[in-house]
T-cell receptor, first 115, second 110 residues
Framework: NAGVTQTPKFQVLKTGQSMTLQCAQD?????MSWYRQDPGMGLRLIHYSVGAGITDQGEVPNGYNVSRSTTEDFPLRLLSAAPSQTSVYFC??????????????FGPGTRLTVT | GQNIDQPTEMTATEGAIVQINCTYQTSGFNGLFWYQQHAGEAPTFLSYNVLDGLEEKGRFSSFLSRSKGYSYLLLKELQMKDSASYLC???????????FGAGTQVVVTP
């Protein structure tokens, strides 16, 4: 099992550019989430999904879009990058219906810089 | 508002015990989770509590009191590799929705 994978690992964007951060999991988890982590602020939830076709906003959704067309994939789109979106982005998945376990697993992160 | 509070930093000696407290006030509560995060790495899951009481997993134990909005993570027989940030998180309105505290940096000294 690869677990949770994210691409790219590093990205530099110019203000106004758009891009998609990719996230995939092979653990057949129901739930997937996107977080950003800034120094001294902990992890903040951007968007989350409790199943294919179902997404909802977290604490800091503005400037980001998500979709969940399959159980495995949960891409995060930055519509028009701003310097305030410079951060480390983590994707996570949880809830194994076979074991009723809610353990959450994180991907390795994407370090994004917007200039 | 919603709040999850934990101390910013704690220092302890190798072989000792450290207790990291976490208090929370959230709009909903499904469970409380603890993660370990080494610098430059992703968080890794340690334990979670749904019901009041103590959960033990090797050198790590986590306690929950829902009526007090309080949890702690106990790290026993500290090792140098335990130097990391420890994150407290609450699953709030939905099991898929989490709110995190800012993290407690634990420094283990020889």
């Amino acid at each position: 099992n690869a677990g949770v994978t994210q691409t790219p690992k590093f990205q530099v964007l110019k203000t106004g550019q758009s891009m998609t951060l990719q996230c995939a999991q092979d653990m057949n988890h129901e739930y997937m989430s996107w977080y950003r982590q800034d120094p001294g602020m902990g992890l903040r939830l951007i968007h989350y999904s409790v199943g294919a076709g179902i997404t909802d906003q977290g604490e800091v959704p503005n400037g980001y879009n998500v979709s969940r067309s399959t159980t495995e994939d949960f891409p995060l789109r930055l519509l028009s990058a701003a310097p305030s979106q410079t951060s480390v982005y983590f994707c996570a998945s949880s809830y194994d219906r076979r074991t009723y376990s809610y353990e959450q697993y994180f991907g390795p992160g994407t370090r994004l810089t917007v200039t | 508002g919603q709040n999850i509070d934990q101390p910013t930093e704690m220092t302890a000696t190798e072989g000792a015990i450290v207790q990291i407290n976490c208090t929370y006030q959230t709009s909903g509560f499904n469970g409380l989770f603890w993660y370990q995060q080494h610098a430059g790495e992703a968080p890794t899951f340690l334990s979670y509590n749904v019901l009041d009481g103590l959960e033990e997993k090797g050198r790590f134990s986590s306690f929950l009191s829902r009526s007090k909005g309080y949890s702690y993570l106990l790290l026993k027989e500290l090792q140098m590799k335990d130097s990391a940030s420890y994150l407290c998180a609450v699953s709030t309105d939905s099991w898929g929705k989490f709110q995190f505290g800012a993290g407690t940096q634990v420094v283990v000294t020889p």
